[in-house]
C-alpha cells in the first residue's frame, strides 16, 4: 500500500495561485479598455443601484390616510393661480396655489398658464391635465370650480403677485385682506415661502394636487405611452442640461467647447458675462456649473453605469456637445428617434415636456444632471411610486474634486464614494413636503 503526503501538493497549489492573483493585481488596466472604470475597483462591485440604500422618502402619512379637515360650509372667495415659464414651473406654482386656497379657505378656479412666445406654447391647463380626474381627486381637499358664477366672471379678478417677496411673509396677513375685500383674486405664490408652516389639511391639499390629481390628458397620455414602450429595455432616464441659455445663464466658462457652441452661448449669454479668475474657480467649486455631456459620461462611467445601457434622453431643445456622451454611450434615444416625424413636429414646450416628464417617472432609472423643477417633481413622483433607482450627479463633488489635480483613480473613487454616499442616505430622492423619511 502506497500513501502519498498531501502538504507538499498543497504547498505547491497555494503558490502557484498566490501567483496568479499577484500577476492579476500588478497588470495595469488597458486604457483602450470599454470597461478601465471598472478596473480601478475591487472584483465583485456592481454599478450604484446595488448599493443598499439606508434611507428612502415615502408619502408621509398624515396625507396618505386622508387626514383631512372638513370644508368649511361658506369660504371666502376664489383664487385663481397665474403660472408663468416652463411646464414645470407651472406645475410647481400651481400646487403651492391649491394649497394656498385651501389655507384661506377659499374656492381654487383653473389655473391660467402664461407661456413665453419663445416656447411657441399656447396650450393651456386643459390642453395638458385631465380637469375631470382632477376635480375628482381634490373632492375634500378644495373645493374646484370650472366656471365662476356669471356675476363674477364678467370681471377681470384683482391681481396678487407674491413671486417676488422673499423671507418669512404670510399668506393669510398679506393675501387674505385682498380675497375677502374683492372676492376674486388671482396670485402667483411666491418660491421663498416655507410650506412647513401650513396646517397640514393645506398640505394635504398642495400633496394631494401634485401627486394624486394632475394626470395627462388622454390623447397626451396615449402619446407618452407610445413613446415609453418604443424605449428598449431596461432603460435609464437622463435628464441632461447644457443648452445655451443654461450655460448663458449660469455665468460659467468652458474650454474646450466646438465653435458652433461657443457661438451659441455667446448669442445667449446678452448682459450677463461669465465670471473670470478667481471668481470663476469659487463659482465653479460651489457646484455652480451645468455638466457638459462629457463630464456627465465621466461620472456615470465612475458610478459603473454599462456603456451599452440604453438611455432615454430627457433634454431640451438645442443640446449641445451630445457627442460627449454618445461615444461612450451608444445606446441613446430621443423623443425625435423614436417619434414618427408628424407626431414630432405637432410638439411644442408643454407637450415634450409632459413627454419627458411621463417617460422619466416610468423609467427603470432616473438621472439628473441637474436640481430643477422637473427633476424635483420627477424624484418626487418616483418616491411616490416607490421607484427609488433616482440620483443627481453632483455638480460640487465633480468640481471639487478636478480641482486638486488628482489621479484618474483617485478622481474615480472619489466620485463613486460621493454619489453613493447620497444614494444611500436618500439625498435629494423627494422633497420634505410631503414625504417622510423612513429608515431601513
Same mark, same amino acid.
Given at each position: 500500500?502506497?500513501?502519498? &503526503?498531501?502538504?507538499?501538493?498543497?504547498?505547491? #497549489?497555494?503558490?502557484?495561485?498566490?501567483?496568479?492573483?499577484?500577476?492579476?493585481?500588478?497588470?495595469?488596466?488597458?486604457?483602450?479598455?470599454?470597461?478601465?472604470?471598472?478596473?480601478?475597483?475591487?472584483?465583485?462591485?456592481?454599478? @450604484?443601484?446595488?448599493?443598499?440604500?439606508?434611507?428612502?422618502?415615502?408619502?408621509? &402619512?398624515?396625507?396618505?390616510?386622508?387626514?383631512?379637515?372638513?370644508?368649511? $360650509?361658506?369660504?371666502?372667495?376664489? @383664487?385663481?393661480?397665474?403660472?408663468?415659464?416652463?411646464?414645470?414651473?407651472?406645475?410647481?406654482?400651481?400646487?403651492?396655489?391649491?394649497?394656498?386656497?385651501?389655507? #384661506?379657505?377659499?374656492?381654487?378656479?383653473?389655473?391660467?398658464?402664461?407661456?413665453?412666445?419663445?416656447?411657441?406654447? $399656447?396650450?393651456?391647463?386643459?390642453?395638458?391635465?385631465?380637469?375631470?380626474?382632477?376635480?375628482?381627486?381634490?373632492?375634500?381637499?378644495?373645493?374646484?370650480?370650472?366656471?365662476?358664477?356669471?356675476?363674477?366672471?364678467?370681471?377681470?379678478?384683482?391681481?396678487?403677485?407674491?413671486?417676488?417677496?422673499?423671507?418669512?411673509?404670510?399668506? @393669510?396677513?398679506?393675501?387674505?385682506?385682498?380675497?375677502?375685500?374683492?372676492?376674486?383674486?388671482?396670485?402667483?405664490?411666491?418660491?421663498?415661502?416655507?410650506?412647513?408652516?401650513?396646517?397640514?389639511?393645506?398640505?394635504?391639499?398642495?400633496?394631494?394636487?401634485?401627486?394624486? !390629481?394632475?394626470?395627462?390628458?388622454?390623447?397626451?397620455?396615449?402619446?407618452?405611452?407610445?413613446?415609453?414602450?418604443?424605449?428598449?429595455?431596461?432603460?435609464?432616464?437622463?435628464?441632461?442640461?447644457?443648452?445655451?441659455?443654461?450655460?448663458?445663464?449660469?455665468?460659467?466658462?468652458?474650454?474646450? /467647447?466646438?465653435?458652433?457652441?461657443?457661438?451659441?452661448?455667446?448669442?445667449?449669454?446678452?448682459?450677463?458675462?461669465?465670471?473670470?479668475?478667481?471668481?470663476?474657480?469659487?463659482?465653479?467649486?460651489?457646484?455652480?456649473?451645468?455638466?457638459?455631456?462629457?463630464?456627465? %459620461?465621466?461620472?456615470?462611467?465612475?458610478?459603473?453605469?454599462?456603456?451599452?445601457?440604453?438611455?432615454?434622453?430627457?433634454?431640451?431643445?438645442?443640446?449641445?456637445?451630445?457627442?460627449?456622451?454618445?461615444?461612450?454611450?451608444?445606446?441613446?434615444?430621443?423623443?425625435?428617434? #423614436?417619434?414618427?416625424?408628424?407626431?414630432?413636429?405637432?410638439?411644442?414646450?408643454?407637450?415634450?415636456? !409632459?413627454?419627458?416628464?411621463?417617460?422619466?417617472?416610468? $423609467?427603470? &432609472?432616473? @438621472? %439628473?444632471?441637474?436640481?430643477?423643477? *422637473?427633476?424635483?417633481?420627477?424624484?418626487?413622483?418616483?418616491?411616490?411610486?416607490? #421607484?427609488?433607482?433616482? /440620483?443627481?450627479?453632483?455638480?460640487?463633488?465633480?468640481?471639487?474634486?478636478?480641482?486638486?489635480?488628482?489621479?484618474?483613480?483617485?478622481?474615480?473613487?472619489?466620485?463613486?464614494?460621493?454619489?453613493?454616499?447620497?444614494?444611500? *442616505?436618500?439625498?435629494?430622492? %423627494?422633497?420634505?413636503?410631503?414625504?417622510?423619511?423612513?429608515?431601513?
Amino acid at each position: 500500500m502506497v500513501v502519498f &503526503s498531501v502538504k507538499p501538493l498543497f504547498s505547491v #497549489l497555494l503558490v502557484t495561485l498566490s501567483l496568479v492573483v499577484v500577476l492579476v493585481f500588478l497588470s495595469p488596466p488597458s486604457p483602450f479598455s470599454a470597461n478601465w472604470v471598472s478596473s480601478y475597483f475591487p472584483i465583485g462591485k456592481q454599478d @450604484i443601484w446595488s448599493v443598499r440604500r439606508v434611507v428612502e422618502w415615502r408619502p408621509c &402619512s398624515w396625507w396618505l390616510n386622508g387626514h383631512l379637515t372638513a370644508l368649511p $360650509s361658506e369660504n371666502n372667495g376664489y @383664487i385663481r393661480v397665474d403660472c408663468y415659464g416652463g411646464l414645470n414651473q407651472m406645475r410647481r406654482d400651481f400646487c403651492d396655489g391649491v394649497g394656498i386656497a385651501r389655507l #384661506l379657505n377659499a374656492t381654487l378656479v383653473l389655473p391660467k398658464f402664461e407661456v413665453a412666445s419663445y416656447w411657441n406654447e $399656447s396650450s393651456g391647463f386643459a390642453d395638458v391635465y385631465d380637469v375631470d380626474y382632477f376635480i375628482q381627486q381634490m373632492n375634500g381637499f378644495v373645493k374646484v370650480v370650472r366656471e365662476l358664477p356669471a356675476e363674477i366672471a364678467l370681471k377681470e379678478p384683482f391681481r396678487v403677485d407674491c413671486s417676488k417677496r422673499k423671507g418669512q411673509f404670510d399668506y @393669510i396677513e398679506s393675501v387674505l385682506p385682498s380675497l375677502l375685500e374683492h372676492y376674486y383674486i388671482s396670485i402667483t405664490p411666491s418660491m421663498s415661502q416655507r410650506r412647513d408652516r401650513y396646517p397640514l389639511y393645506a398640505k394635504s391639499a398642495l400633496c394631494q394636487a401634485c401627486y394624486s !390629481a394632475l394626470r395627462l390628458t388622454r390623447s397626451l397620455e396615449r402619446k407618452a405611452s407610445e413613446l415609453l414602450e418604443a424605449i428598449p429595455k431596461p432603460f435609464l432616464s437622463l435628464h441632461l442640461r447644457f443648452e445655451p441659455d443654461m450655460v448663458a445663464y449660469s455665468q460659467c466658462q468652458y474650454s474646450g /467647447l466646438s465653435p458652433t457652441s461657443m457661438k451659441a452661448i455667446e448669442a445667449a449669454r446678452g448682459d450677463r458675462q461669465p465670471w473670470t479668475g478667481e471668481l470663476a474657480k469659487v463659482w465653479r467649486k460651489r457646484g455652480k456649473c451645468p455638466l457638459t455631456p462629457n463630464e456627465t %459620461a465621466f461620472i456615470l462611467q465612475s458610478l459603473d453605469i454599462p456603456s451599452d445601457t440604453n438611455i432615454y434622453l430627457a433634454a431640451g431643445d438645442g443640446l449641445m456637445e451630445i457627442e460627449g456622451l454618445t461615444s461612450i454611450y451608444t445606446n441613446v434615444f430621443t423623443k425625435s428617434s #423614436l417619434l414618427n416625424g408628424e407626431d414630432f413636429t405637432s410638439l411644442h414646450g408643454n407637450t415634450k415636456a !409632459a413627454l419627458d416628464y411621463y417617460v422619466s417617472i416610468n $423609467s427603470d &432609472s432616473y @438621472i %439628473a444632471t441637474y436640481f430643477g423643477n *422637473m427633476d424635483k417633481m420627477v424624484a418626487a413622483m418616483r418616491a411616490f411610486k416607490g #421607484l427609488c433607482k433616482t /440620483l443627481f450627479l453632483s455638480r460640487r463633488a465633480f468640481s471639487e474634486l478636478t480641482s486638486h489635480g488628482l489621479s484618474e483613480k483617485e478622481l474615480i473613487q472619489g466620485l463613486w464614494k460621493a454619489h453613493t454616499d447620497d444614494f444611500v *442616505m436618500g439625498r435629494g430622492s %423627494a422633497l420634505p413636503d410631503c414625504f417622510c423619511e423612513f429608515k431601513l
